[in-house]
């Protein structure tokens, strides 16, 4: 197997380590041990993290290696807002080829799964490459988050439904309203869903 393909195999475990919650927000990334766990050398582990820290998913101090992020209220505030102003630029980008834009996939297996699938779907009908690169690191950001939340907010199912048929319409009024529904009640719970987050 070649450097390349060892880097990408073990970027993509690191980083389901992260977003199924294996290693926690503020746990140290050790690249030994992980090499370990990976069965690869630490050269691999450390390009990896190096690339999860541009996608915000990892944190390089000096003099103190690799983390996980930890996040507050404020971060994950200022992440909902973030979040909502990119789809919003999309759907300006997006309008009159959102319904044409077929979903791609089956069902997702959980709440998390099934909103990022819906933004990227948003991202792909905007033509705009850069507009996927920047959901998808969004929705691995928040992956985690989106994990909590259905424990904390009833109905994100009917939510994930009503946002899925008015994308399915091609609905960009109805969009724009329900996004800036979904994004409002989350930031109004930030606190919650950050303690849910560190204690799960």
């Given at each position: 197997?070649?450097?390349?393909?060892t880097?990408?195999?073990?970027?993509?475990?690191?980083r389901r380590?992260?977003?199924?919650?294996?290693?926690?927000p503020g746990?140290?990334?050790?690249?030994?041990?992980?090499?370990?766990?990976?069965a690869?050398?630490?050269?691999p582990?450390?390009?990896?993290l190096?690339q999860l820290?541009?996608?915000?998913?990892?944190?390089?101090?000096?003099?103190?290696?690799?983390h996980?992020?930890?996040?507050?209220?404020?971060?994950?505030?200022?992440?909902?807002?973030?979040?909502?102003?990119?789809?919003?630029i999309?759907?300006?980008?997006?309008?009159g080829?959102?319904a044409?834009?077929a979903a791609?996939?089956?069902?997702?297996d959980?709440?998390?799964?099934?909103t990022?699938?819906?933004v990227?779907?948003?991202?792909?009908?905007?033509?705009n490459?850069e507009?996927l690169?920047a959901?998808?690191d969004i929705?691995?950001?928040?992956?985690?988050?989106?994990?909590?939340e259905?424990?904390l907010?009833?109905?994100t199912?009917?939510?994930?439904?009503?946002l899925?048929?008015?994308t399915?319409?091609?609905?960009?009024?109805?969009l724009r309203?329900?996004w800036?529904?979904?994004?409002?009640?989350?930031?109004?719970?930030?606190?919650e869903?950050?303690r849910a987050?560190?204690?799960?």
């Amino acid at each position: 197997m070649n450097a390349g393909a060892t880097t990408e195999r073990v970027h993509d475990a690191i980083r389901r380590l992260i977003l199924t919650r294996v290693v926690r927000p503020g746990t140290r990334l050790d690249p030994a041990v992980l090499a370990d766990r990976l069965a690869t050398s630490a050269t691999p582990v450390r390009e990896a993290l190096n690339q999860l820290c541009g996608a915000g998913l990892v944190d390089a101090r000096p003099g103190g290696g690799f983390h996980v992020p930890m996040i507050d209220a404020p971060a994950l505030a200022d992440l909902y807002r973030w979040n909502e102003d990119v789809i919003g630029i999309i759907l300006r980008s997006a309008a009159g080829r959102i319904a044409a834009h077929a979903a791609n996939g089956g069902q997702a297996d959980d709440d998390a799964t099934a909103t990022g699938a819906l933004v990227e779907r948003l991202a792909r009908a905007s033509r705009n490459e850069e507009h996927l690169r920047a959901v998808r690191d969004i929705n691995a950001r928040l992956h985690a988050v989106r994990l909590v939340e259905a424990g904390l907010i009833a109905d994100t199912r009917d939510e994930i439904a009503h946002l899925s048929a008015a994308t399915d319409r091609g609905d960009v009024a109805a969009l724009r309203i329900r996004w800036r529904q979904y994004h409002r009640r989350r930031r109004r719970m930030v606190a919650e869903i950050v303690r849910a987050l560190l204690r799960s």
